[in-house]
């Protein structure tokens, strides 16, 4: 077999296990799951205001609730199932960042508390919170000096 021949069979075999993905359907089922995190999310903020708290921490108790709500669907194997109809819909808002963080818990609990949950809890998580800690502050720092150079 020569060369080509094996280009070209490799090349139909990449072809033929390769998933196609719809664009347009792609982008429909992360609008409307996404929108229907905002409703969700709306809907807690107007209770709790209604329950007579102030904006702030009416908004405070709504990403708790949203951040429960993708937990709870973690601890149940469900959150993996809507993320893969839905896409960026649920992993944009802070319903994914609560699952990067509960999937590892899920996942290392029968290991134990301490070297299953307590270890593996921010290994996905982990990095995005390091980084964002150190960039916030570098920009932070680049800020501080600005002001001290302008002033």
């Given at each position: 077999m020569t060369k080509q021949e094996q280009d070209k069979k490799y090349n139909d075999y990449v072809k033929q296990v390769t998933p196609t993905h719809n664009i347009w359907l792609n982008l429909f089922r992360a609008y409307w799951t996404g929108g229907t995190v905002c409703i969700i999310g709306q809907f807690l903020l107007n209770r709790f205001q209604q329950a007579g708290m102030e904006?702030?921490?009416?908004?405070?108790?709504?990403?708790?609730?949203?951040?429960?709500?993708?937990?709870?669907?973690?601890?149940?194997?469900?959150?993996?199932?809507?993320?893969?109809?839905?896409?960026?819909?649920?992993?944009?808002?802070?319903?994914?960042?609560?699952?990067?963080?509960?999937?590892?818990?899920?996942?290392?609990?029968?290991?134990?508390?301490?070297?299953?949950?307590?270890?593996?809890?921010?290994?996905?998580?982990?990095?995005?919170?390091?980084?964002?800690?150190?960039?916030?502050?570098?920009?932070g720092l680049i800020y501080w000096i600005w002001k001290l150079v302008m002033a």
């Open positions: 904006k702030e921490a009416a908004g405070a108790w709504m990403l708790i609730g949203l951040i429960a709500l993708s937990v709870v669907l973690t601890m149940f194997h469900q959150f993996g199932t809507i993320t893969k109809y839905a896409g960026a819909g649920v992993l944009v808002p802070i319903t994914g960042f609560a699952n990067s963080v509960a999937a590892p818990a899920a996942e290392f609990a029968p290991e134990g508390e301490v070297y299953g949950k307590g270890v593996q809890i921010f290994s996905i998580a982990g990095p995005v919170i390091l980084y964002g800690v150190l960039s916030s502050w570098g920009l």
